[in-house]
């Protein structure tokens, strides 16, 4: 099973560098200064490679008698050493070249390495601030269609993976391929020096042979690597669905079931990971065995050509500063195919298309905003399929209580998504005081709208900053003002710390009806003209709702407010009852109204009430017994 987060008409076919060429200019560019710096460290390592051959075919030869020092360097030294200390000074020299060599080949490797990852660090944390930004701005019809185990794995697991190979594929592609360019022209100069055919064919020899099977095995990984990364997202979005419904799970004693299911997904995922590791790992003992055979014949043929101890001990040294380097850059192309894979699923998520873009000219509300909404032959349906709401054409004067009743699946709550612009309509217009929400800022347009939904998200800070997330530069006393209004003084006197308790994740530590009124002092706080009211009491006992219902019909005076309700107890309040069916509105007025004329507002309004009477019935008859 896998899952594909490209959107339709996405860069799937891409080639990998048009995938990583946006990506690099955008978040590589910035940090310029730090990945030059490492490239020069990385010439510099690259460098030093190549003085080993140098002194072991030049230097050993004058150390050991067999050579005699050059005129030039004989001459300055006799300057400065007497001629009893040459043989010493020149062991000394010999002694301290190659130790010499190594520490700049060393300071400038680590330089190399420390540069890179900083930078990588930087990148990162643009990205990720990029990607989470994003996500708060794309329509919600984009969250309908991906799951948020999927998106967590793209915009945290994809984005790390993306540094740390960005870090490990520009670390290997500096360092290595100089050593391997500065490896090669040495036997290439070896070979013309000493007329020596047999350096020049292993090189050959070895390249021609190692440039396919890179090719042959990297499409092969490109492949795997696909289907790998979508195991990642569906074992993600698994451990996060179970997570979020340990409660469910637990109660119908699905643990053994959700085991199993993520066990086969770690399964697959684990045998298509052995697969591609196979593959990854077999490019290294091909090179050895190909660079190998080249070694051989070059000793078989240079003996025959009078190559010297010296000289082909630092042909050698050369050829593992060749290959060795190249069976690494043969695992970085790797990489390069897998950050395409990558960064496929970031660019779903950076290049989705707005389904509700910003207007590019944004209206201005009035001031003071009125807050009358008008729904104009309003159409719509999700992901433009079957349509939900249909011929919706309804005006709610400024300051109207407005209750939205129906059977489940009838269209309320999406009527009270497109007030919000949640969704764009696809035929008509949805307008705040006579203006289209689609030409309204989003800030400005969500600052008209007060929400209490069903299940009120609160987060992990204290009840005060979670009742402040209203209107973020209220005072601590405009907040508990807020507090009181909503009966969360009630509670928060007995918590440790009052308002400043902590909640812990999402909001835990508070019960059902003490998060609702958390959530309705946020509404309290911000005062916005627009009041929805969804589901907000359905969950609580009648206790709690009695409660609750009061602060409600404070905060609704004086704001256009529309509430969705099964409970009919929590509409007294309305003004006007609309009645959906099948998305459409088939009856509109108050409560004696419809009751006397609408078969279905009765038929619904008839089956609670009895329903209610029977409760009250049985919890009766048990208090007698």
Known sequence: MTVDLEEKGGKGDQSTWALLSPILKRYLRP????????????????????????????????????????????????????????????????????????????????????????????????????????????????????????????????????????????????????????????????????????????????????????????????????????????????????????????????????????????????SKLVQMTAWSLSLTPAVEITSSLALAYSLYRGCGEG??????????????????????????????????????????????????????????????????????????????????????????????????????????????????????????????????VRKLDRRARMNTIGLVSQFSALFQDTIMENIRVGRPNATDDEVRLAGDRARVTEFAQGMAGGYKYELGESGSGLSGGQRQRVSIARAFLKNAPILILDEATSALDMKSEALIQEALEELAKGHTTFIIAHRFSTIRMAQRILVFEEGRIVADGTHSELYESCMLYRSLYDEQINAKHNDETERRKEAES
């Open 307 to 436: 190559l010297t101890l010296e000289q082909f001990a630092a042909m050698a040294t050369a050829f593992y500063f060749c290959y060795d380097p190249l069976k690494r850059v043969a695992g970085v192309l790797n990489q390069v195919q897998l950050m395409g894979v990558m960064v496929n699923g970031i660019n779903s998520v950076l290049l989705a298309k707005d389904e509700t873009p910003e207007p590019e000219q944004p209206e201005q509300l009035p001031s003071p905003v009125l807050g009358a909404v008008d729904f104009n032959h309003v159409n719509f349906g999700y992901d433009g399929k079957k349509l939900v709401l249909k011929d919706v054409d309804v005006h709610v004067p400024p300051g109207q209580i407005v209750a939205l009743v129906g059977p489940s699946g009838s269209g309320k709550t999406t009527f009270i998504n497109l007030i919000c612009r949640f969704y764009d309509v696809l035929g008509g217009s949805v307008c705040i005081d006579k203006i289209d």
């Open 31 to 270: 940090e310029l200064g730090l990945v030059l710096a490492a490239v020069f460290a990385g010439v510099v390592a690259a460098s030093a490679a190549l003085m080993v051959p140098v002194i072991i075919e030049n230097v050993f030869p004058i150390v050991f008698g067999e050579q005699e020092l050059p005129t030039i360097i004989y001459d300055q030294l006799v300057k400065w050493v007497k001629p009893e200390e040459i043989e010493r000074a020149k062991l000394w020299i010999a002694v301290a070249l190659i130790p010499l060599v190594m520490i700049a080949r060393g300071v400038s490797t680590y330089l190399n390495s420390y540069l890179l990852p900083k930078a990588g660090q930087r990148i990162l944390r643009h990205l990720w601030g990029d990607m989470f930004a994003r996500l708060q701005t794309l329509s919600f019809s984009y969250f309908d269609r991906h799951k948020r185990g999927e998106l967590l794995t793209v915009v945290i697991q994809f984005t790390q993976s993306i540094q740390n190979q960005m870090v490990n594929v520009f670390n290997e592609l500096i360092i290595d391929p100089l050593t391997f360019l500065f490896a090669s022209g040495y036997l290439v100069y070896v070979a013309l020096t000493n007329n020596s055919s047999a350096i020049l064919l292993s090189n050959l020899l070895v390249s021609a042979m190692i440039v396919p099977l890179v090719r042959v095995v990297g499409k092969s990984m490109i492949r795997k690597m696909r289907s790998m990364m979508g195991g990642t997202k569906v074992i993600t979005a698994t451990v996060e669905e179970t997570l979020a419904a340990q409660r469910e799970v637990r109660a119908f004693n699905m643990e053994k079931r959700q085991v199993m299911r993520l066990f086969e997904l770690i399964s697959e995922y684990n």
